[in-house]
C-alpha cells in the first residue's frame, strides 16, 4: 500500500516570511551547524501525521475541513524568536505566535482531536504555536554566541498576517531537505 509523510500547517505570509527570513539571516553567521529551513518551507505546524497510507488522505482533508468550516478566520502575529527546548540549549529554533495564539490553538485543538478519531495519537506536549526556522544538527547545542542572541530576541517584532486557510501537506525527503506538496487546502469559514 503506497504511503505519504503527511502533515496539517498554515503557510507564512509575505509579511513574516520576510521578517523570517531576516532573522535567519541575522542568526546564520553565529553558528555553522544549524541546518535553516528552505525559504518556501515556512510553516505554522498544527499537526505532524507522518506516514499515511494513500486511501486515507481523503478522510483527513474532510475532516481538517469540517473543523474549518466551523472557525473564522483571525489575525495572527509573530512575536518572539525562541528555541526548543531552551534558549540556552536550542535544538530547534523557532517563531513563536503572538496575537491569534490563542485562536491557533484552539483550530489545532479541534484538528487534533478529529484526526484521534481517524486514528492518528494526539502530541502528548502542550501545542506551543511556532514557525520553525532552523534545527541544530545533532549532538550539538548552536554555541554560546547563538544562545545569547536568541535571548535577545524574546520581544520580536515578527509581522502579522491572515489565517483563512489550512492546508494538507504530502513531504518527500532527500538529502537536500524536505520537499512539500499540498494535497488538500480547507477554508476557514468566510476564508478563501
Not at 474549518?68 to 505566535?97: H, M, Q, Y
Not at 494526539?122 to 547563538?146: D, N
Amino acid at each position: 500500500m503506497s504511503t505519504t509523510r503527511t502533515f496539517i500547517a498554515i503557510p507564512a505570509n509575505d509579511e513574516l516570511y520576510a521578517r523570517a527570513l531576516a532573522t535567519i539571516d541575522e542568526l546564520r553567521p553565529l553558528t555553522d551547524n544549524v541546518r535553516w529551513v528552505a525559504p518556501d518551507n515556512l510553516h505554522w505546524t498544527l499537526q505532524f501525521l507522518g506516514e499515511v497510507e494513500d486511501v486515507t488522505l481523503y478522510e483527513i482533508c474532510r475532516d481538517v475541513a469540517r473543523v474549518c468550516d466551523s472557525t473564522e478566520p483571525f489575525e495572527l502575529s509573530g512575536l518572539v524568536v525562541s528555541a526548543f527546548p531552551n534558549i540556552e540549549k536550542p535544538r530547534t529554533i523557532w517563531l513563536g505566535a503572538g496575537e491569534g495564539g490563542a485562536e491557533l490553538r484552539q483550530l489545532q485543538d479541534g484538528i487534533e482531536d478529529r484526526m484521534a478519531k481517524l486514528g492518528f495519537r494526539p502530541e502528548r506536549r502542550k501545542y506551543t504555536p511556532h514557525l520553525t526556522i532552523g534545527r541544530v544538527h545533532q549532538g550539538s547545542h548552536g554555541g554560546a554566541a547563538l544562545s545569547g542572541r536568541l535571548a535577545e530576541l524574546t520581544d520580536f517584532d515578527g509581522g502579522m498576517m491572515e489565517v483563512d486557510e489550512v492546508i494538507v501537506y504530502g513531504s518527500e525527503l532527500s538529502r537536500d531537505g524536505p520537499t512539500y506538496h499540498v494535497i488538500g487546502r480547507a477554508p476557514l469559514a468566510g476564508g478563501s
